[in-house]
């Protein structure tokens, strides 16, 4: 069973940086899709950013130009750098792989402070 394990997070002041990771027990170029989505207090989760096999990437409007989404294929890991972060990225985050059923990882807090 293909497994996400998740690092990075944390708790960082308005204006900083945290890169999220994601390992995933399998080759990550034989999947489809894979991205992070996130769920803020009292909200659905939503789309921040994906990653298709071929590497292109779409990127929710509320974080373009601040969050970058990339992968090491022989690590089989995806990251997710966020900077100039706002309080209103505080959420938890969960990296995500489009497979049949579709996974997620364990889920990570990230906490801006205003």
């Known amino acids: 069973q293909v497994q996400l394990v998740q690092s990075g997070g944390g708790l960082v002041q308005t204006g900083g940086s945290l890169r999220l990771s994601c390992t995933a027990s399998?080759?990550?170029?034989?999947?489809?899709?894979m991205g992070w989505y996130r769920q803020r207090p009292g909200n659905e989760r939503e789309l921040v950013a994906t990653?298709?096999?071929?590497?292109?990437?779409n990127y929710a409007d509320s974080v373009k130009g601040r969050f970058t989404i990339s992968r090491v294929s022989t690590r089989n890991t995806l990251f997710l750098q966020m900077n100039s972060l706002k309080p209103e990225d505080t959420a938890v985050y969960y990296c995500?792989?489009?497979?049949?059923?579709?996974?997620w990882g364990q889920g990570t807090q990230v906490t801006v402070s205003s």
């Open positions: 995500y792989a489009a497979l049949f059923p579709p996974r």
């Open positions: 399998v080759n990550i170029l034989t999947i489809s899709t």
């Open positions: 990653m298709s096999g071929g590497g292109s990437t």
